[in-house]
């Protein structure tokens, strides 16, 4: 068990949909990261944030949004959902960023289908 | 951006044999990790590299940073290995990952 929390694991929804992801991260780390696994692009980064503040932004669609709250879980939002979306979504938490050598622990995974 | 090669895509060996995968990165890093994902989909941090070499059990890990080599071994290799391994590195935020090597260890 990483510490690691995502809910739900699994998730089915039509497409134009709205979908939240949520993830609470390892007691007493500060970044939380949200990663999408689908079977073409296999694994990119999407988002981080850092203690409330988005750090840096990867492959992240316009449809997607992420924040953190002041308790340090985060969530992913996911709108006008395309069957392209479907995909198994990570999040993983560090102590500090990956800039400062710290190990990231990753949680099991949402997956999501768009049907 | 940073390409982060694997090789090999795919692996089937027997068990009790010496298994080694590579990853080979374009850009100065920060640090490389090499994690571990089972057919159900959970993702296992394995090592965090940023230099030299590091050992846990019968996995090993060394990474080359000159030339942007590093490679994971797993000694006495067991059935319970068959994953896939994936290689990753930070850039120096979020995580820039492998295609993966799916190993299969046969008894």
Known sequence: ?115 | KNEVEQSPQNLTAQEGEFITINCSYSVGISALHWLQQHPGGGIVSLFMLSSGKKKHGRLIATINIQEKHSSLHITASHPRDSAVYICAVSPPDGLTFGKGTHLIIQP
């Open chain 1, 1 to 115: 068990d990483s510490g690691v929390t995502q809910t739900p694991k699994h998730l089915i929804t039509a497409t134009g949909q709205r979908v939240t992801l949520r993830c609470s991260p390892r007691s007493g780390d500060l970044s939380v990261y949200w990663y999408q696994q689908s079977l073409d692009q296999g694994l990119q980064f999407l988002i981080q944030y850092y203690n409330g503040e988005e750090r840096a932004k990867g492959n992240i669609l316009e449809r997607f949004s992420a924040q953190q709250f002041p308790d340090l879980h985060s969530e992913l939002n996911l709108s006008s959902l395309e069957l392209g979306d479907s995909a198994l979504y990570f999040c993983a938490s560090s102590r500090g960023g990956m800039s400062d050598h710290t190990e990231a622990f990753f949680g099991q995974g949402t997956r999501l289908t768009v049907v």
